[in-house]
């Protein structure tokens, strides 16, 4: 069984993951089919809304890598980690996630908010 770390570094992963099954794949490992996903600027619940929005950010930025950058700080069923979107060697934006975490070990809702 994966680690909190690892389920979330999978799903990090998926961020930058330009082909779609390969995207899902990792999706797949990391969030359950109704995950739910929330930040300032969309709310979309399910797994296939989360791949499509990933997809569409991938669009957008091109190149562009979503990095964690601490440690994962879990208690009970909830986490919370620092991240940094980087191109070219250059922070673009940086932020942090709070997660539910289901009973099978995946991010079961993912709440995000920028920092900077």
Not at 24 to 51: F, H, I, K, N
Not at 85 to 94: A, I, K, N, T, Y
């Amino acid at each position: 069984m994966a680690t909190l770390t690892e389920i979330v570094d999978v799903y990090c992963a998926a961020w930058n993951a330009p082909d779609p099954q390969r995207r899902r794949e990792l999706l797949e490992q990391s969030v359950p089919v109704t995950v739910r996903y929330t930040d300032r600027g969309v709310d979309v619940t399910g797994l296939d809304a989360l791949a499509d929005h990933l997809g569409a950010v991938l669009e957008r930025r091109p190149g562009a890598q979503v990095l964690r950058t601490s440690e994962v700080d879990a208690h009970h069923d909830v986490a919370r980690f620092d991240w940094h979107v980087v191109r070219d060697g250059s922070e673009l934006v940086r932020g942090v996630d709070f997660v539910d975490v289901d009973a099978d070990g995946r991010l079961a809702r993912v709440v995000g908010f920028l920092t900077g």
